[in-house]
C-alpha cells in the first residue's frame, strides 16, 4: 500500500518536473575578463557539458588591434560565439577579421558559426590537421553536443577554419603579432598555441587545463610534455589554459608535472610487466595532489592506457 501511494507520488513528481523546466533558450551570459591591454578572457564553466551550462564550458578569448578583433575558441555553439560578440561590443566597436581555433575538439570551435554569421569575411585559421577533422567531424560535434547537453545547446552548424597557419607562421592584425606554435602531436595531431607576442600573452588551447582533467584520447603524451616545455620557455606573463584560470607559469605547471608523473609511473610498471589496469591502482596514492581536479575519477585510468600504450609502442 505504501509502495503503491510512493509511486504516485514519484509519478506526478516527474509529470511535474517535466512541466515546469521546459527547454531553457534563455542565452548563455558569462562576463569577459580583462587580461592585459586590449586581451579577454571569458573563463568558462570547469564541469563537462551539461543541460545547464547547455555545453559552454572552454576559455573564448579575443584580442582588440588597431585593425579589428582577433578572436581565439569561441566555444561549443552560435550561442557561445553570440556571447563572445556580446562581450566584445562592450568594449569595442570594431569588426572581428580573425579566428583562430586551437584544436579539433567541438567545445572549442563550434562557435566560429556566429561569428561568420556576424562578419562574412572573417578569416578563421586552425592546423591543417584540425581544419581536416573540423571538415569530417563537426556534424558529428554537434550531435554529442546535442545529447550532452539534453538539447539546450543552441542549435548549430559546423564552420570549419577557412585558412590553415603552421608552426612558427606570424600573422600581423594591425600593431599586434599572433604566432603560432605547433610542435607535432600534443593534445591532437593539429593543435596551435596562439601567443600574443605585444601582450606577452599565450593562448595554451588544451595543451595545458588548470583543475580540470581533459580526454587524452587523441593526444601523445610525450608530444604534450615537449610542447609544455617549449610555452614554458616562451617570453610569456600570462597563460591562458583551454579550461580553468588564466595566470602565470602556475597554472600550466600543474599539469605538465601530472604528465611527466604518469609517463615515470607507467614507464616504471610496465617494467615490472604489470598491465594498465593493474597500474591503476598502484599508481593513484601518487596522484593525490590532482584528486581534487574536476574529471579526475573519470579520466585517471583512460590516461594511464593512452600511456601504456605509448610505453608499449615505444618498447618495440
Ligand atoms: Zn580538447
Redesign the pocket.
Known sequence: MRLITLGIVLISLTACTDKSTPTNTKAINHSATRITDGVFVIHGPLDLPNKNNKGFMNNPGFVITGKGVVVIDPGSSRGTGEMVLREIQKVSSQPVVAVFN????G??WLGNEAIKLAYPNVVIYGHENMKQAAESDGDNWIKIFKKATEGTMTPTKSVPPNKTVKQNEIIKVGEVSFRIHNYGQA??NGDIMVEVVEKKVLFV??IALYKRM??LN?ANIKGNIDTLNNALTLNIKYYVP?HGSTGGKEVIKPFRDYLVLMKKSVARLYEDNLLDYEMKTKMSPDFIAWRNWIGFSEEFGKHVSVMYLEVEKEAF
Open positions: 586551437s584544436h579539433e575538439h567545445d572549442h593534445h591532437t588551447g588544451d581533459p580526454l587523441d583551454g
